[in-house]
């Protein structure tokens, strides 16, 4: 058998094992209305046609509101549902998710599931309109903002669901500096990365402790590894290390890893439906899944003190606490 016989024979199995679990469930979300941040793209936007599917009113949360429309007119089309709104959210900054919240406690008689989705990897040391380190910023403080002020839509709609999009990310930090959590030391993108996501897996645990008993859950998830536009940062930074012709080689060897031993944007979205729609996870909270099943975290990603911890700080961080 030749060299390219013995990759045909293996690259199928390859892809089987890489796209992962798949969101079976049928359920359907007539009259239930669903919030999605970061849905004009990526996962989320390939998130946001199933609910749609499955009869839902969607509402495409985003920081660009031109994307976000194409977004939801492509998804109307795809899906026949024309209750597919949008609205103006950016995570960089507190008073643009203020506003968000308003609008939707204003306008929505109900919210069933709140999916916290955008995110943003390995860029600079940026800062948010609120002198956050943007990673943290946008990945934790912006959605646990947007989490607090609509948990009175989500207890009055109950059985309801927050779905928290983490990453595998989060196991390779060994927990969050306290000390410096803002990064104003030895900025590392990929460690800053590591610890929002960290953040997500601590912020959906301690809220599941925190809503026991009002029919709302939480829980977080890896989505698997998916070529997104999340890693136009990292791609940036190889291009200036290496220069271009290297870059291009990088990100060429990059999409090609990805693409047998990773995720399709369909198969990295069928976790967080799961999480969203699955019956057999309606009243399951507290936990951390992968391939559409629950799966351990990391030690730091258990630890209920941290997360306590990390609850009160970013109370303080975003103004919920004096």
Known sequence: MGLLSRIAVLYVPARRWAAGGVCESQARLDGKTVIIT???TGIGKVTARDMAER????ILACRSLEKAEEAAKEIRSQTGNKNVAVHKLDLASLASVRQFAKVINDAEPRLDVLINNAGVMGCPRWETEDGFEMQLGVNHLGHFLLTNLLLDKLKQSAPSRVVTVSSLAHAFTNGMNFDDINYEKDYNPEESYRRSKLANV???RELARRLEGTGVTSNSLHPGVIYTELVQHREERIRGAVGEQLSKVASKIMSGFVGVFGKTLEEGAQTTICCAVAEEWENTTGLYFSDCVPKET?????????A???WDV???M???KA
């Open 298 to 306: 990391s030690a730091a990603g258990k630890d209920d003190e941290a």
């Open 318 to 320: 975003v103004g919920l």
């Open 308 to 310: 306590a911890r990390l």
């Open 314 to 316: 970013s109370e303080r």
């Open 55 to 58: 009869g839902a009113r969607v």
């Open 202 to 204: 601590l912020f959906s």
């Open 38 to 40: 970061g849905a004009n």
